[in-house]
């Protein structure tokens, strides 16, 4: 039986393994576990003591509860139709020629990197009531109201000019897992196309773009830049989600607003673990065929 090594030789071994990553998880923990805690204590503590006396308050007005319901249904529906239009995009780039699939990815990465309060303004310079897109369509005579820029419409529009390339880039290197033997074999077995894609493709394939799903459901109720712009300052005509609750409340209430804001603060972020946890399930189940 070999010797145990001392538990400071262990100590030592361990510390000089994690040192080169001790500045990251200094960064992380200042940037995102200790406003964690805060968010959390502000929302479970009032006057000095554990309450829920701010949850009943929050979640019981209508508004809230509209903007959480509105986030989900926006949400869902731009992951949706991300997944509708991006998986076909990704497997058409994922078989091309080197060169054009290079061309094709620095693009995806330039849209999916644009976005924030600079998305907002291309919108409304494209598709607003006095937009480029707008004027060469009534200029041909044809009647066209664009949908109003505060509207679940417009949001989801220009959701989807960031989500889709995002989604693109996340899927394309789960499409190589679909090896051409295996569209050889079941065209032996004389299989169809749809056959193929009905009991192999999609079924192999789904894991992932259920995961890329996800991901993209997490990343759209959280986005304020593009919502602020659009929305932020429509007033009631506005669509109310959490995001934009959450600084309508920090700048209308500065006494009291820092603890509604917390509430709904933890709302979103217990929406994204959940999801997080749930891409990780996926993606173990999908990492059975690499």
């Given at each position: 039986?070999?010797?145990?090594?001392?538990l400071?030789v262990?100590?030592?071994?361990?510390a000089?393994?994690?040192?080169?990553?001790?500045?990251?998880?200094?960064?992380?923990?200042?940037?995102?576990i200790?406003?964690?805690?805060?968010?959390v204590l502000?929302?479970?503590?009032?006057?000095g003591?554990p309450?829920?006396?701010?949850?009943?308050?929050?979640?019981g007005?209508a508004?809230?509860?509209?903007?959480?319901?509105?986030?989900?249904?926006?949400g869902?529906?731009?992951?949706t139709?991300?997944?509708?239009i991006?998986?076909?995009a990704?497997?058409?780039i994922?078989?091309?020629f080197?060169?054009?699939?290079a061309?094709?990815?620095?693009?995806?990465?330039?849209?999916?990197?644009?976005g924030?309060?600079?998305?907002?303004?291309?919108?409304?310079?494209?598709l607003?009531?006095v937009?480029?897109?707008?004027?060469?369509?009534?200029?041909?005579g044809?009647?066209?109201?664009p949908?109003?820029?505060?509207?679940?419409?417009?949001?989801?529009?220009?959701?989807?000019?960031?989500?889709?390339?995002?989604?693109?880039?996340?899927?394309i290197?789960?499409?190589?897992?679909?090896?051409?033997?295996?569209?050889?074999?079941?065209?032996?077995?004389?299989?169809?196309r749809?056959q193929?894609w009905?009991?192999?493709?999609?079924?192999v394939?789904?894991?992932?773009?259920?995961a890329?799903?996800?991901?993209?459901?997490?990343?759209t109720i959280?986005?304020?830049?593009?919502?602020?712009g659009?929305?932020?300052?429509s007033?009631?005509?506005?669509?109310?989600?959490?995001?934009?609750?959450i600084?309508?409340?920090l700048?209308?209430?500065?006494?009291?607003?820092?603890?509604q804001?917390?509430?709904?603060s933890?709302v979103?972020?217990?929406?994204?673990?959940?999801s997080?946890?749930?891409?990780?399930?996926?993606?173990?189940?999908a990492?059975?065929?690499l």
């Open positions: 039986m070999p010797p145990r090594t001392p400071r262990r100590a030592r071994q361990m000089s393994r994690w040192a080169p990553a001790a500045p990251l998880m200094l960064l992380v923990s200042y940037c995102l200790a406003p964690i805690i805060v968010l502000q929302a479970f503590w009032v006057n003591a309450s829920l006396e701010l949850w009943g308050r929050v979640l007005q508004s809230n509860q509209d903007a959480i319901v509105t986030s989900l249904g926006l869902i529906a731009s992951a139709v991300t997944l509708v991006g998986s076909p990704a497997w058409l994922s078989r091309m080197a060169s054009q699939r061309f094709w990815m620095g693009l995806l990465n330039v849209a999916a990197n644009f924030g309060i600079g998305l907002a303004f291309s919108y409304l310079a494209t607003g009531v937009g480029m897109v707008t004027l060469m369509i009534q200029a041909l044809i009647h066209f109201d949908p109003r820029s505060s509207s679940v419409a417009a949001l989801l529009m220009a959701y989807e000019y960031t989500n889709i390339p995002l989604f693109v880039l996340l899927t290197p789960a499409m190589s897992i679909l090896r051409e033997d295996w569209w050889e074999a079941a065209q032996v077995a004389s299989a169809t749809l193929f009905r009991r192999i493709g999609l079924p394939l789904a894991p992932f773009l259920a890329g799903w996800l991901l993209i459901f997490t990343w959280g986005i304020y830049g593009i919502a602020y659009l929305a932020g300052q007033g009631g005509t506005a669509a109310r989600l959490i995001t934009l609750q600084g309508t409340t700048q209308s209430d500065v006494i009291t607003g820092t603890g804001a917390a509430v709904l933890v979103l972020l217990a929406i994204a673990v959940v997080l946890l749930s891409y990780r399930r996926l993606l173990r189940r990492m059975r065929w």
